[in-house]
């Protein structure tokens, strides 16, 4: 049961490189989100979906692109990297129903240069 | 808006000491909430979780009572050791729409023999 998984693990771009980060789910789960782990901040949410084909924003979209294609597969873009997106980047995944828990893949650290 | 205000870290103790983290937090509605815990280099894992008011999460030793007329939601476990060493994320989750989660800014706990 592999959960949540994300690819790559890390990642080192120049400025203005772009890259998508990679996020999987074998749980069939609904939702799906892309969350940024910087340092006394917390985790903030970048984009999320709740279900295939219907994305929005979270509170901290600028920079990001994302799509959902299929139950599984929600990829994250960076379009054109700056340094202030060096951070610590999670996707998670839950059911849609009430009170359910959600699911975090290991993280990809983003080091941008 | 809604937000969640743990205590700052790092929280420094020996083994077998007792453990208390501080969460509050500021809601429209009835959230779930949750604390979560961060292994160094590894994501997030939900720990206990609380759905409704009195509810009381507990795992691992660990337990939090969800307190609506405080609205708080304090960690704590009688006896913590040296594998409890750890970031720990109260988080609450908001149960219309999306059902985002928003989280505590993490407090690390550090154990030491």
């Known amino acids: 049961n592999a959960g949540v998984t994300q690819t790559p693990k890390f990642q080192v771009l120049k400025t203005g490189q772009s890259m998508t980060l990679q996020c999987a789910q074998d749980m069939n789960h609904e939702y799906m989100s892309w969350y940024r782990q910087d340092p006394g901040m917390g985790l903030r949410l970048i984009h999320y979906s709740v279900g295939a084909g219907i994305t929005d924003q979270g509170e901290v979209p600028n920079g990001y692109n994302v799509s959902r294609s299929t139950t599984e597969d929600f990829p994250l873009r960076l379009l054109s990297a700056a340094p202030s997106q060096t951070s610590v980047y999670f996707c998670?995944?839950?059911?849609?129903?009430?009170?359910?828990?959600?699911?975090f893949g290991q993280g990809t650290r983003l080091t941008v240069v | 808006g809604d937000s969640v205000t743990q205590m700052e870290g790092p929280v420094t103790l020996s083994e077998e000491a007792f453990l208390t983290i501080n969460c509050t937090y500021t809601a429209t509605g009835y959230p779930s909430l949750f604390w979560y815990v961060q292994y160094p280099g590894e994501g997030l894992q939900l720990l206990l979780k609380?759905?409704?008011?009195?509810d009381k999460g507990s795992n691992k030793g660990f337990e939090a009572t969800y307190r609506k007329e405080t609205t708080s939601f304090h960690l704590e476990k009688g006896s913590v050791q040296v594998s409890d060493s750890a970031v720990y994320f109260c988080a609450l989750r908001v149960n219309t729409g999306f059902q985002k989660l928003v989280f505590g800014t993490g407090t690390r706990l550090l154990v030491s023999p």
């Open positions: 609380a759905t409704k008011a009195d």
């Open positions: 998670a995944s839950s059911y849609k129903e009430l009170n359910t828990e959600a699911f």
